[in-house]
C-alpha cells in the first residue's frame, strides 16, 4: 500500500486518521487505553428506575439523553451480548472490580423482571425481542421495530437464556438460571425439524398463538450454545433438541455458506425481508466452532472457514484502505457491532488456521473500529454518524466482548504502536 503524508491523513469519527510507514491504518490510541476510557464512560450511565439508562433505552446520544424520535428498544440482544462484554472485561482486568458485575447484573435483572411475555400464551414468560422505552415491565403489545406489536423472535431468546447462564455461573443467583431453563424449554417445545428452506424456529412468532412470520431465522447458534451449557450443567432433558438443532446447522445451514446463504436470512430486529441475508449469524456460528473445535465438529475448521470466507466474499468493502464488513443485505454500512464482531471472528480463524495474512485484515478491521471512540470514551454506533451514541448495541454492548475475546488470543494488540 502507498504510504500517506501525515498532512493528507482524513478525519474518522472525529480523530486524524494514522498510518504506518507503509501505509496501513494504525489505531488512533491503545486498544486497552480506548476500552478503559469507554467502559469507564458508560461508567458514569445515570439510573432510571434502578437501571443504567443504557440498559433500558437503545437509542442515547453522547450526554445520556433518549433520543425523542426513537421509543423503540431491543433488551434481548442489546443486553444478552451486554453481560457477555461486561463478564468478559471484568475477567480481562483481573476480576477485581465488582462494578463491572454489578452492571451485568443490571442488565440480567432488566431481563428477568421487565421484559417477558405474559405467563399464558404459546410463548410464556419468554424474553422480549423488542420493546418501547419507559415502559417496565413491557405491556403485551411492546413488539417494535420489525415486530409486530405481540410478536417475538425466539432466536433473541436463545442469546438471552445464555447470558443469562454465564451470569448465573459468576454471581450463584438461581434467577438468572431459572429463566435461561423456561427459554430453553419454551424454544424446545416450539422446535421443528427444519429443512433446506425452513429454521426449526421462524423468525417471528406471535407469542399468543405462536403463528410465525418468516421460515429463516439465521441465529441458530445461540439456541444450541444454551443447549450445550445446560448440558454441561447437568439438564438432560435438552440431548434430543440439542442433537436435532445441531443436525440442521451441520447439514443443512453450513452447507447453504457454499452457495448462496440463503440459511443466514433474518437476524436483526428492525428488518423485515425474509431473504435478507446477515453478516451476524455465519459469523457467530465461526465462532462457536472455533471455541468447541472437535468436539462439536471433526472438520470444524474447515467449516469456520467457510462460514467466513462467505462473509468476506459478501459482505465486506474497503474504506480507509481497509477491509471492513457490513451486517446484511439491506445495509451496507460498516456498523460497530458487526465489524468488530468480523475482526474478532477473523482474528479467531487466523490463530486456528496459522494465516498471519488474515490476522492483519482483522486487526485493521478492529483497529477501525476502535476510530469511533472519542477521547472521553463515548462511542459512535458508525463511524460516520456526525455524534457520538446512537444504537446502544453497535455503539457498545456488542463491541467490547469482541476486543476481550481478541485480547486473550493476541494480548500484545492491546499496546501502543507507532
Same mark, same amino acid.
Given at each position: 500500500?502507498?504510504?500517506?503524508?501525515?498532512?493528507?491523513?482524513?478525519?474518522?469519527?472525529?480523530?486524524?486518521?494514522?498510518?504506518?510507514?507503509?501505509?496501513?491504518?494504525? #489505531?488512533?490510541?491503545?486498544?486497552?487505553? =480506548?476500552?478503559?476510557?469507554?467502559?469507564?464512560?458508560?461508567?458514569? @450511565?445515570?439510573?432510571?428506575?434502578?437501571? %443504567?439508562?443504557?440498559?433500558?433505552?437503545?437509542?442515547?446520544?453522547?450526554?445520556?439523553?433518549?433520543?425523542?424520535?426513537?421509543?423503540?428498544?431491543?433488551?434481548?440482544?442489546?443486553?444478552?451480548?451486554?453481560?457477555?462484554?461486561?463478564?468478559?472485561?471484568?475477567?480481562?482486568?483481573?476480576?477485581?472490580?465488582?462494578?463491572?458485575?454489578?452492571? =451485568?447484573?443490571?442488565?440480567?435483572?432488566?431481563?428477568?423482571?421487565?421484559?417477558?411475555?405474559?405467563?399464558?400464551?404459546?410463548?410464556?414468560?419468554?424474553?422480549?425481542?423488542?420493546? *418501547?422505552?419507559?415502559?417496565? $415491565?413491557? /405491556?403485551?403489545?411492546?413488539?417494535?421495530?420489525?415486530?409486530?406489536?405481540?410478536?417475538?423472535?425466539?432466536?433473541?431468546?436463545?442469546?438471552?437464556?445464555?447470558?443469562?447462564? @454465564?451470569?448465573?455461573?459468576?454471581?450463584?443467583?438461581?434467577?438468572?438460571?431459572?429463566?435461561?431453563?423456561?427459554?430453553?424449554?419454551?424454544?424446545?417445545?416450539?422446535?421443528? #425439524?427444519?429443512?433446506?428452506?425452513?429454521? %426449526? !424456529?421462524?423468525?417471528?412468532?406471535?407469542?399468543?398463538?405462536?403463528? $410465525?412470520?418468516?421460515?429463516?431465522?439465521?441465529?441458530?447458534?445461540?439456541?444450541?450454545?444454551?443447549?450445550? &451449557?445446560?448440558?454441561?450443567?447437568?439438564?438432560?432433558?435438552?440431548?434430543? /433438541?440439542?442433537?436435532?438443532?445441531?443436525?440442521?446447522?451441520?447439514?443443512?445451514?453450513? /452447507?447453504?455458506?457454499?452457495?448462496?446463504?440463503?440459511?443466514?436470512?433474518?437476524?436483526?430486529?428492525?428488518?423485515?425481508? %425474509?431473504?435478507?441475508?446477515?453478516?451476524?449469524? /455465519?459469523?457467530?456460528?465461526?465462532?462457536?466452532?472455533?471455541?468447541?473445535? &472437535?468436539?462439536?465438529?471433526?472438520?470444524?475448521?474447515? @467449516?469456520?472457514?467457510?462460514?467466513?470466507?462467505?462473509?468476506?466474499?459478501?459482505?465486506?468493502?474497503?474504506?480507509?484502505?481497509?477491509?471492513? @464488513?457490513?451486517?446484511?443485505?439491506?445495509? #451496507?454500512?460498516? !456498523?460497530?457491532?458487526?465489524?468488530?464482531?468480523?475482526?474478532?471472528?477473523?482474528?479467531?480463524?487466523?490463530?486456528?488456521?496459522?494465516?498471519?495474512?488474515?490476522?492483519?485484515?482483522?486487526?485493521?478491521?478492529?483497529?477501525?473500529?476502535?476510530?469511533?471512540?472519542?477521547?472521553?470514551?463515548?462511542?459512535?454506533?458508525?463511524?460516520?454518524?456526525?455524534?457520538?451514541?446512537?444504537?446502544?448495541?453497535?455503539?457498545?454492548?456488542? *463491541?467490547?466482548?469482541?476486543?476481550?475475546?481478541?485480547?486473550?488470543?493476541? $494480548?500484545?494488540?492491546?499496546?501502543?504502536?507507532?
Amino acid at each position: 500500500m502507498e504510504s500517506r503524508a501525515h498532512s493528507e491523513a482524513p478525519a474518522l469519527a472525529g480523530h486524524r486518521v494514522r498510518y504506518d510507514a507503509s501505509g496501513r491504518l494504525l #489505531p488512533w490510541t491503545s486498544w486497552n487505553r =480506548a476500552l478503559d476510557l469507554e467502559m469507564h464512560f458508560y461508567r458514569s @450511565c445515570p439510573l432510571d428506575r434502578g437501571y %443504567p439508562r443504557f440498559v433500558t433505552s437503545t437509542f442515547l446520544d453522547g450526554d445520556w439523553n433518549p433520543h425523542p424520535g426513537r421509543t423503540d428498544t431491543i433488551p434481548a440482544t442489546q443486553n444478552g451480548m451486554g453481560i457477555l462484554s461486561y463478564l468478559g472485561y471484568h475477567a480481562l482486568r483481573g476480576g477485581r472490580d465488582p462494578h463491572w458485575v454489578d452492571t =451485568a447484573r443490571a442488565m440480567g435483572d432488566y431481563l428477568v423482571r421487565e421484559t417477558l411475555t405474559p405467563a399464558d400464551g404459546n410463548y410464556p414468560g419468554f424474553t422480549r425481542s423488542t420493546g *418501547v422505552r419507559d415502559r417496565l $415491565p413491557l /405491556p403485551a403489545d411492546a413488539g417494535s421495530q420489525g415486530d409486530r406489536p405481540y410478536e417475538i423472535e425466539p432466536d433473541k431468546g436463545g442469546i438471552a437464556g445464555y447470558a443469562l447462564l @454465564c451470569l448465573a455461573a459468576a454471581t450463584g443467583e438461581a434467577r438468572y438460571r431459572d429463566q435461561a431453563l423456561h427459554n430453553a424449554r419454551v424454544l424446545a417445545a416450539h422446535q421443528a #425439524p427444519g429443512d433446506a428452506q425452513h429454521s %426449526p !424456529w421462524p423468525f417471528r412468532v406471535d407469542y399468543r398463538d405462536g403463528s $410465525p412470520r418468516g421460515p429463516v431465522s439465521g441465529n441458530m447458534v445461540y439456541a444450541l450454545r444454551l443447549y450445550d &451449557a445446560l448440558l454441561d450443567a447437568g439438564h438432560s432433558e435438552f440431548v434430543a /433438541p440439542r442433537e436435532a438443532l445441531w443436525r440442521w446447522i451441520r447439514d443443512y445451514q453450513i /452447507p447453504s455458506a457454499s452457495s448462496d446463504g440463503a440459511l443466514f436470512a433474518q437476524f436483526f430486529e428492525d428488518h423485515e425481508t %425474509p431473504t435478507n441475508r446477515t453478516a451476524w449469524s /455465519p459469523l457467530n456460528l465461526a465462532r462457536y466452532l472455533l471455541e468447541r473445535r &472437535a468436539t462439536l465438529h471433526p472438520q470444524w475448521l474447515a @467449516c469456520a472457514g467457510r462460514l467466513v470466507e462467505f462473509v468476506r466474499r459478501t459482505f465486506t468493502h474497503q474504506e480507509y484502505g481497509v477491509t471492513v @464488513c457490513h451486517e446484511q443485505d439491506e445495509d #451496507p454500512n460498516a !456498523w460497530g457491532g458487526i465489524n468488530a464482531t468480523y475482526g474478532a471472528v477473523l482474528a479467531l480463524y487466523a490463530a486456528a488456521s496459522d494465516s498471519p495474512g488474515l490476522a492483519e485484515e482483522a486487526r485493521a478491521a478492529l483497529d477501525f473500529t476502535l476510530y469511533s471512540i472519542d477521547s472521553r470514551g463515548r462511542p459512535r454506533d458508525l463511524h460516520k454518524n456526525a455524534e457520538v451514541g446512537g444504537w446502544q448495541e453497535d455503539a457498545h454492548t456488542d *463491541v467490547i466482548h469482541n476486543y476481550v475475546e481478541v485480547l486473550r488470543a493476541y $494480548p500484545a494488540w492491546g499496546e501502543e504502536r507507532s
